[in-house]
């Protein structure tokens, strides 16, 4: 996809370059499964300007990861599979904490089954063809889409606005299309 290719161009002449040769893009997807269980204490403990500051960290590593893996030539399975982890990791401890707490179980069980739904298609993928297929444009759109809602729920417990969490819920049932239209892609393009 372009997108993906213009985004890399743009992290390369920005971000990338501040990070040494030395480091792979495989330390920085194990950064963001790292930063995972102080995410999740953050959250717990409701320290939100601290779960905001490691969330946002992490999730800008998302994008750094593979545009890194990409311009430096080092993608790898173990890479797909770190970035997949972290991903899901991510977004799925957010989620637990959060969405049932504003939007109901019902969101978040939807959530939960569509993602086990992925996982399914990228194992079977996997199985099919024997090659680890990495993220799709609907995945990374997905992601891209639940990182800002649950930056627009942060805005909404900072300002105690329910406006914020109305666009916030709006947008992550609006990423239930992308993370179906994910695990359709895994069928259709292995």
Known sequence: MNLQKYSDNFLEITLLRLIPKKITPNQVSGLRIWSLPFIFYSLLN???????????IAALTDAVDGALARKRSQVTDLGKILDAVADRGLIGLVALIFVPRYFGWGLMTVIIVLELLNARGAYLSKKRTGRTPGAN??????????????????????????????????????????????????????
């Open 137 to 190: 444009w609907a995945g990374k759109v997905k992601m891209m889409i639940q990182c800002f809602a649950f930056g627009m729920i942060f805005i909404g417990i900072f300002a105690t606005s329910s406006s914020w969490l109305k666009s916030a819920e709006f947008l992550l049932y609006a990423s239930l299309i992308f993370t179906f239209l994910e695990s359709f892609l895994y069928r259709k393009k292995y």
């Open 46 to 56: 409701e320290s939100y300007v601290w779960g905001l500051a490691i969330f946002t």
